[in-house]
């Protein structure tokens, strides 16, 4: 296959995602939940509450938060109080993609591809580490997690993280504090997000990383990790990066990457969304100062969703850190 920058925003054809289906009686907790939830949302008023309503309103959401729950419903309510504050305060579906865009510009973190099961994949590469430690840097991870959940097919709320530690030296890799706030965000607020973790090309030298961060690993978190396997096994080798192996030649190239990604997911100047009737290939090219008022076109969909009338779900069948 030749060299492309092409990224791709689909499962491969052979892929079938198959969803989950839940009891009668798990449908009912998740609608419980839903319902409590609704006690929680922010007033109308509030900026945010388009937002806030556009998450919870997701067939995801209840359903991850009680299989993270294991379907204790009190423990359930708890984690989704919790993820709502969090929410709030950080806002990761209003990330301007200007304000991360520079940590992006090596492919440290870049999205591409699909597994075996239809899941993203979210490639992370710390020997490419470009900045120092700050807390865009975490903005920067979130912002992709929200892109891996725009990536996902329906019937899919799971992605694959894969880590290759080639090149990657003491210096460049991220310390045992800036790991803890990362498993912090994905094991409290990315409930059942995590697919599968894949680590490959570990040196010697970094295990002791590993034994740091153990004792905060979520058990479900520690069995979904496989460190130096073959990743043929859970890749189709047609979407599988060459430098593992497989028969994808993507080149990276941060600018015509950057505007791929912002185009398919539809993310406005100011991170909020763009109708779907926007042409993707000039979403990203489009600006107040060229006579698109991109910034009211985004709140568009904010303010459908605001005035439209959307029923709660109640999942048959969904799609799982």
């Known amino acids: 296959m030749a060299k492309t920058h092409e990224v791709l925003t689909a ?17 009912k907790q998740i609608k419980s939940l839903r319902e409590y939830a609704d006690t929680l949302i922010l007033p ?28 204790r419903f009190e423990e359930a309510k708890k984690r989704l109080q919790g993820t709502l504050a969090w929410r709030r305060d950080f806002k990761p579906e209003l990330i301007r993609p200007d304000d991360v865009r520079i940590e992006s510009e090596t492919g440290k973190i870049f999205l591409n591809g699909f597994d075996n099961e239809g899941r993203p994949i979210i490639y992370m590469r710390p020997g490419l580490e470009n900045t120092e430690t700050s807390p865009r840097q975490l903005r920067h991870l979130v912002w992709w997690l929200e892109r891996a959940k725009d990536f996902m097919p329906e019937g899919q709320d799971t992605l694959v993280i894969v880590v290759d530690y080639k090149s990657t030296t003491l210096r460049t890799n ?7 706030k990362v498993l912090t965000i994905l094991q409290q607020h990315y409930v ?16 002791f990383f590993y034994k740091g961060i153990s004792p905060f690993l979520d058990p479900v978190t520690r069995d979904k990790m496989r460190f130096n396997e073959d990743l043929r096994q859970f890749i189709p080798v047609e979407q599988l990066d060459a430098d593992f192996g497989g028969d994808y030649e993507y080149e990276f190239e941060p600018e015509s990457y ?15 969304r763009l109708p779907p009737a926007y042409n993707e290939k000039t979403i990203s090219l489009q600006s107040d100062d060229e006579g698109v008022d991109v910034k009211n076109a985004a709140n568009i969909e904010a303010v459908q969703l605001e005035e439209a009338s959307i029923p709660n779900p109640t999942p048959n069948s969904i799609a799982v850190m």
Do not use: F
């Not at 509450?49 to 959401?61: H, Q």
């Not at 991220?174 to 803890?180: K, V």
């Open 192 to 207: 059942e997000t995590l697919g599968r973790a894949l680590v490959v090309n570990l040196p010697m030298i970094l295990n």
């Open 258 to 272: 950057w505007e791929q990604v912002v185009s398919h997911c539809r993310i406005a100047p100011d991170g909020a």
């Open 11 to 27: 499962p491969a054809p052979t892929v079938t995602v198959k969803p989950r289906s839940y009891t009668a009686e798990q449908e």
């Open 174 to 180: 991220p310390s045992i504090s800036t790991a803890r």
């Open 44 to 71: 109308q008023s509030d900026p945010y509450y388009v937002w806030e309503k556009r998450w919870l309103d997701k067939s995801d959401t209840m359903p991850r938060y009680m299989r993270a729950a294991k379907w």
